[in-house]
């Protein structure tokens, strides 16, 4: 049974899972706060564009998120973000590359980011890297329509401490299982908040 993605396609991402491909982010008020988009939002960008970059040249191997950076101004988004992304590094065991996202109409740049991938060789009897080759926001799927924290579902338990909780689904988790990367530092940035 595949995986509920609806979730990730509901986020104003349009890409297609190819290194080469355009990836593009369309702000809309559910994914901002204040005027300014969401950076978990552009770090899911971040680390989707990187990592269609790294499956390309990992053959069977899985490929894990081990690190990723983000610079972005507390600036209103442009109507439309492009991202473009490059291989920095690629070795037997890591991965690296780096994400820039600009303004789609005028080409200035908006957001930079890096990120980094643990490659790890398929092991007998393990399953296969899954390669989802349709469009990852797919336009007769609608935007979100309330706060992207009532979306994912997070509560706040103690303001003042910056104590809050996600109930774990399957809307939530990567294809490892775990919570998605952008994810976890959504659940950060609703705490820091």
Same mark, same amino acid.
């Given at each position: 049974?595949?995986?509920?993605?609806?979730?990730?396609?509901?986020?104003?991402? %349009?890409?297609? #899972?190819?290194?080469? &491909?355009?990836?593009?982010?369309?702000?809309?008020?559910?994914?901002?706060? #204040? &005027?300014?988009?969401?950076?978990?939002?552009?770090?899911?960008?971040?680390?989707?564009?990187?990592?269609?970059?790294?499956?390309?040249?990992? /053959?069977?191997?899985?490929?894990?998120?081990?690190?990723?950076?983000? %610079?972005?101004?507390?600036?209103?988004?442009?109507? #439309?973000?492009? !991202?473009?992304?490059?291989?920095?590094?690629?070795?037997?065991?890591? *991965?690296?590359?780096?994400? +820039?996202?600009?303004?789609?109409?005028?080409?200035?740049?908006?957001?930079?980011? =890096?990120?980094?991938?643990?490659?790890?060789?398929?092991? $007998?009897?393990?399953?296969? =890297?899954?390669?989802?080759?349709?469009?990852?926001?797919?336009?007769?799927?609608?935007?979100?329509?309330?706060?992207?924290?009532?979306?994912?579902? *997070?509560?706040?338990?103690?303001?003042? %401490? &910056?104590?809050?909780?996600?109930?774990?689904?399957?809307?939530?988790?990567? $294809?490892? &299982? !775990?919570? =998605? /990367? !952008?994810?976890?530092?959504?659940?950060?940035?609703?705490? !820091? +908040?």
């Amino acid at each position: 049974m595949a995986r509920d993605l609806s979730l990730f396609r509901r986020l104003g991402i %349009r890409a297609r #899972r190819d290194p080469s &491909g355009p990836l593009h982010v369309e702000p809309f008020p559910q994914i901002c706060t #204040r &005027g300014v988009i969401r950076s978990s939002v552009l770090v899911l960008a971040v680390d989707m564009l990187g990592g269609f970059i790294a499956e390309s040249g990992a /053959g069977s191997d899985w490929i894990f998120t081990t690190d990723l950076s983000l %610079r972005t101004p507390a600036l209103p988004p442009p109507a #439309r973000l492009a !991202a473009s992304g490059r291989l920095l590094r690629a070795g037997r065991g890591l *991965v690296h590359c780096d994400i +820039e996202l600009r303004d789609a109409a005028s080409g200035a740049e908006f957001a930079y980011g =890096q990120t980094g991938f643990l490659r790890v060789p398929r092991r $007998h009897g393990d399953p296969e =890297q899954p390669h989802l080759h349709e469009p990852v926001g797919l336009d007769e799927l609608t935007r979100i329509d309330r706060p992207l924290a009532e979306e994912v579902g *997070v509560h706040v338990i103690d303001a003042a %401490r &910056g104590h809050v909780e996600v109930e774990m689904r399957d809307a939530l988790r990567n $294809h490892a &299982g !775990a919570l =998605q /990367g !952008a994810l976890a530092a959504f659940v950060g940035e609703v705490a !820091a +908040e």
